[in-house]
């Protein structure tokens, strides 16, 4: 058994490392490049980076925030972006511990990370990062069939005109009411505002959280992002950063991000602060939440 000093510094380095790759995504995906070819160059001056240049966190204050080779200034996002990856990789340790569970969650954070930043530049989510988002959290879901034996917490459907039950497991239940929530809020927002009120991005990304984490926790996750997505929206417009008019009403509420951060505060929260969040909107007392290894 390892100590716990070790997974905490050893998942911060692995967190700084992918942090350093979900940059390379998050500037190259929204521009319709390959995030593996070719090698990173200064976007400035065009010349190539070296292994030097690019160890993370580290070169960006060693080199004083700018490139070695031409000085132009390097954006905060490189080493905020590396940064929180290296923080959230490691929390997940006090979430999981050291089980196949946190390889999950790993990549399913690293992915909303990406989100969260090419979202709220672009307005767009690659549809690969949905689509890891969605595929962990089933993997998780059949790793846990195949370790116990058992999925957790299916959902048991009934067949109309029949005595049979339909098995359906959480990943793929979750996957479903996200997707048809969305639809159905987007479909009430057309009619409403007489415009698309959300784009496909944002249905695919509820799909996959609700894959992710299940769908209570998954709804858990959305009414939290309605809450963050309204003051976000209020404070921008009060700041006078956004105008109405200039983007669509979901667009003038940064959604995207908002589900983002829903789904993490679910994550990193635990099921206390899922039956809070839900307890308020629920009549009933709320189920139990992402318990599945
Ligand atoms: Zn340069």
């Not at 070790?6 to 390959?34: Q, Y």
């Not at 966190?57 to 004083?64: D, E, K």
């Not at 929530?181 to 990304?205: H, I, N, P, Q, S």
Request: hydrophobic fraction near 55%; charged fraction near 10%; aromatic fraction near 12%.
């Amino acid at each position: 058994m390892l100590p716990t000093w070790f997974w905490v510094g050893f998942l911060a380095l692995l967190g700084a490392v992918v942090g350093s790759f979900l940059n390379v995504c998050i500037w190259r995906m929204p521009r319709d490049a390959s995030v593996v070819q070719p090698p990173s160059r200064c976007p400035a001056c065009n010349t190539r980076l070296r292994a030097r240049d690019l160890v993370p966190v580290f070169s960006f204050l060693a080199q004083g925030r700018k490139c070695r080779y031409c000085r132009s200034p390097i954006s905060w996002r490189y080493a905020v972006v590396e940064t929180l990856t290296a923080v959230a990789f490691a929390a997940l340790y006090f979430v999981d511990g050291p089980t196949a569970a946190l390889a999950f969650d790993a990549v399913f954070v690293a992915t909303l990370i990406a989100i969260f930043a090419i979202d709220l530049e672009h307005y767009i989510i690659p549809h690969e990062l949905n689509l890891v988002a969605a595929a962990t959290g089933i993997l998780r879901d059949v790793w846990g069939r195949a370790i116990t034996g058992a999925w957790s917490h299916p959902t048991a459907l009934g067949v109309p005109g029949s005595d049979l039950e339909l098995i359906v497991p959480a990943s793929l239940m979750g996957l479903a009411v996200g997707f048809l929530v969305f639809l159905t809020l987007g479909w009430l927002g057309a009619v409403a505002f007489r415009r698309e009120a959300l784009g496909g991005g944002d249905l695919k990304l509820a799909a996959a959280i609700g894959a992710h984490l299940g769908w209570v926790s998954a709804v858990a996750s959305f009414l939290l992002a309605v809450a963050v997505g309204t003051v976000a929206g209020l404070a921008l417009v009060a700041a006078g950063l956004r105008r109405r008019g200039k983007y669509t009403p979901y667009r003038y509420i940064p959604f995207g991000p908002a589900m983002v951060i829903g789904a993490l505060v679910v994550v990193y929260s635990g099921p206390a602060l899922v039956s809070a969040v839900l307890s308020l909107w629920w009549p009933v007392p709320a189920p139990a939440v992402r318990s599945w290894p």
